[in-house]
């Protein structure tokens, strides 16, 4: 069984939408997660429960066999993932999977005992901004924000992997995310920071310039915006500093997040560097500073 985002509902004389909450989709046969092929990923050595009475699970599937139920706090060994599973092994060598939102993933034999006191013991979910038929802001040049927020999330994910910590994307290509589903993510996989890649606009071109970073919680998010944004001074862009936002994807999130503009796209300045690799990389470098930082 699958949680929906949303579906419709039909009867005889009515058309309507039910809450995704209240409906579940059963897979065929053909199309369940037992087929997945098992790959390793190299840098995860254990797992740490953060939800109580776990199912362990003879195959990848909430259908798969209970072989046992685990407490919180359980430490696991890592064997392998298989879409939203993680093959274990518990201490007392009985192996099987648990998904993957009730564990939290370490580079290290160690317990996670905390949300995260290092970056390589981190999960953080990286969301660019727009996608599909949401452009996002245009440029001067008539290309879109969608396109360059997809580029400096993978750059972002790329380094921080090298750091060893757990990156989920909200999005891998150019596809329509909706706003509620990104911090729902953040969410399932209990993420220990939430970043939005955006990019700025102003009313009239070369109106504004800058890079500027939002937060919503003041407890929950200001530290992790002040520790991003204090790198954010080394970029080639003036730093407008820290403020106030109150958008959806920061303001429904239960995880620590922050929404950054990297630069005005229909800025001349600011786009000639907005679509340079190098810059991209600056930024990537910028996060993985100030993420660490905020880890320490």
């Given at each position: 069984m699958k949680k929906l985002v949303g579906a419709r509902y039909f009867s005889k004389k009515t058309v309507a939408w039910v809450k995704s909450a209240y409906i579940t989709e059963k897979k065929t046969s053909d199309n369940t997660t037992e087929n997945i092929q098992p790959t390793v990923d190299s840098s995860i050595k254990s797992l740490t429960l953060h939800d109580d009475n776990v199912k362990l699970r003879s195959s990848p599937s909430i259908?798969?066999?209970?072989?046992?139920?685990?407490?919180?706090?359980?430490?696991?060994?890592?064997?392998?993932?298989?879409?939203?599973?993680?093959?274990?092994?518990?201490?007392?060598?009985?192996?099987?999977?648990?998904?993957?939102?009730?564990?939290?993933?370490?580079?290290?034999?160690?317990?996670?005992?905390?949300?995260?006191?290092?970056?390589?013991?981190?999960?953080?979910?990286?969301?660019?901004?727009?996608?599909?038929?949401?452009?996002?802001?245009?440029?001067?040049?008539?290309?879109?924000?969608?396109?360059?927020?997809?580029?400096?999330?993978?750059?972002?994910?790329?380094?921080?992997?090298?750091?060893g910590a757990h990156v989920v994307l909200t999005r891998k290509s150019d596809k329509y995310v909706g706003l509620s589903p990104r911090p729902a993510l953040a969410k399932k996989v209990h993420a220990d920071a939430f970043i939005s890649i955006h990019l700025d606009s102003s009313p009239e071109n070369n109106q504004a310039s800058g890079t500027t970073t939002y937060y919503y919680g003041k407890s929950k998010d200001k530290p992790l915006a002040n520790a991003l944004n204090k790198q954010l001074d080394h970029l080639p862009l003036d730093n407008r500093g820290v403020e106030f936002g109150n958008f959806l994807v920061l303001r429904d999130n239960k995880q620590p997040a922050v929404l950054l503009e990297l630069g005005y796209i229909n800025d001349s300045n600011d786009y000639k560097h907005i679509h340079s690799s190098s810059y991209q990389t600056e930024i990537a470098n910028d996060i993985y500073k100030g993420l660490t930082r905020y880890f320490k």
């Open positions: 259908g798969g066999h209970i072989k046992a139920t685990l407490s919180k706090k359980s430490q696991l060994t890592y064997l392998a993932t298989a879409g939203d599973w993680y093959k274990v092994q518990t201490k007392d060598g009985k192996t099987g999977y648990v998904a993957n939102w009730t564990a939290t993933p370490s580079t290290s034999n160690k317990p996670v005992t905390t949300n995260a006191n290092d970056l390589a013991e981190a999960t953080i979910v990286l969301d660019a901004g727009h996608g599909g038929n949401d452009s996002g802001a245009l440029s001067q040049k008539k290309t879109y924000e969608k396109t360059f927020t997809l580029q400096i999330v993978k750059k972002v994910a790329a380094k921080l992997r090298q750091g």
